[in-house]
T-cell receptor, first 112, second 117 residues
């Protein structure tokens, strides 16, 4: 069985400070992992994807995530937050084919 | 690629009415997915098509819901006799065939908001 736990429902940072959004996954085999971002009243946009190549994955808008098998984690980071990063972020685990399991989301607030 | 397109973006309907949403996937994407997202929750899987074949349906998809993809291109999701609990955003996503080693990636549309009053 596969599942995702996003450890924080809300994260608040100041503009210019680092962002850390935490995700732990459970998978019975080698998973594909994703982060998506959703701005208010919008669809989900793919930020980045891990599929068993490099464990450090770089995505769009300066985000990156590190796959740590020993910790079953796939945390999303960004060195310096921008106001435009305020949105909801979803961690997703997949069997690599057609099943995608979403976390409950983390709302990121960026303070000026 | 032109992105996944959904129509309408917003729909307000009275309880008991039928509604239909349309999704146009990215061209050459043979897989199409419908998800439902309620406020404060992540998307929940509803159904999945490969070409015109509906290969999987969630238990969330009650008999009031029907999805079609008649020519393997666009898809429709119809909800009959709407209930207030159907109020949600309905998201469509699509993906292209990929090798197992590279993993399948789904690309979402902007969603269709349904409000049942």
């Amino acid at each position: 069985a596969q599942s995702v736990t996003q450890l924080d429902s809300h994260v608040s940072v100041s503009e210019g400070t680092p962002v850390l959004l935490r995700c732990n996954y459970s998978s019975s085999y080698s998973p594909s992992l994703f982060w998506y971002v959703q701005h208010p009243n919008k669809g989900l946009q793919l930020l980045l994807k891990y599929t068993s190549a490099a464990t450090l994955v770089k995505g769009i808008n300066g985000f990156e995530a590190e796959f740590k098998k020993s910790e079953t984690s796939f945390h999303l980071t960004k060195p310096s937050a921008h106001m435009s990063d305020a949105a909801e972020y979803f961690c997703v685990v997949s069997d690599g084919f057609n099943k995608f399991y979403f976390g409950s989301g983390t709302k990121l607030n960026v303070k000026p | 690629d032109t992105g996944v397109s959904q129509d309408p973006r917003h729909k307000i309907t009275k309880r008991g009415q039928n509604v239909t949403f349309r999704c146009d996937p990215i061209s050459e994407h043979n897989r199409l997915y419908w998800y439902r997202q309620t406020l404060g929750q992540g998307p929940e899987f509803l159904t999945y098509f490969q070409n015109e074949a509906q290969l999987e349906k969630s238990r969330l998809l009650s008999d009031r819901f029907s999805a079609e993809r008649p020519k393997g291109s666009f898809s429709t999701l119809e909800i009959q006799r709407t209930e207030q609990g159907d109020s949600a955003m309905y998201l469509c996503a699509s993906s292209r065939p990929t090798a197992a080693s590279s993993g399948n990636t789904i690309y979402f549309g902007e969603g269709s908001w349904l409000t049942v009053v």
